[in-house]
C-alpha cells in the first residue's frame, strides 16, 4: 500500500511560482508522476520521475516552467512551478507507478494517487 499525499497548491498571479509537494508513506521509492486536470477536461500528463532520479519527462506545454525531483529518501516528490499560466489552472495530482520503475506519461500506468491540490492561476 502507498499513501499519497499533496500539499502546495493556491491562488496565483500569471507569471507566479508555486511548489507542490507529494509525500509517500507505506512502501515507497517507485516512479513518481504529476498530473493534472482541469474542469471538463481529462486527466493530462506533467511530468514524471525515475525512481532513480536519472530520468524526467516533461508535457511539451510546461517544459522549461516546471521541475521535478525528489528528495534522497526517496518519500517526497515536489513539483516546481514557474512562469505559471492560467491555462495551468487545475486540480494536480501525484501518481505513484508500483508495476515498474519507468516514468510513464500514462495515468494508466500507475496504481496509486494522492487526492490532488487545486492550482488557480488568475489572469
Known amino acids: 500500500q502507498v499513501q499519497l499525499v499533496e500539499s502546495g497548491g493556491g491562488l496565483v498571479q500569471a507569471g507566479g511560482s508555486l511548489r507542490l509537494s507529494c509525500v509517500a508513506s507505506?512502501?515507497?521509492?517507485?516512479?513518481m508522476g504529476w498530473f493534472r486536470q482541469a474542469p471538463g477536461k481529462e486527466r493530462e500528463f506533467v511530468a514524471a520521475?525515475?525512481?532513480?532520479?536519472?530520468?524526467?519527462y516533461y508535457a511539451d506545454s510546461v517544459k522549461g516552467r516546471f521541475t521535478i525531483s525528489r528528495d534522497n529518501a526517496k518519500t517526497t516528490v515536489v513539483l516546481q512551478m514557474n512562469s505559471l499560466k492560467p491555462e495551468d489552472t487545475a486540480v494536480y495530482h501525484c501518481?505513484?507507478?508500483?508495476?515498474?520503475?519507468?516514468?510513464?506519461?500514462?495515468?494508466?500506468?500507475?496504481?496509486?494517487w494522492g487526492q490532488g491540490t487545486q492550482v488557480t492561476v488568475s489572469s
Open positions: 501518481a505513484a507507478n508500483v508495476l515498474n520503475d519507468y516514468p510513464s506519461t500514462r495515468p494508466s500506468q500507475y496504481t496509486y
Open positions: 507505506g512502501r515507497t521509492g517507485y516512479a
Open positions: 520521475i525515475r525512481r532513480s532520479d536519472t530520468t524526467k
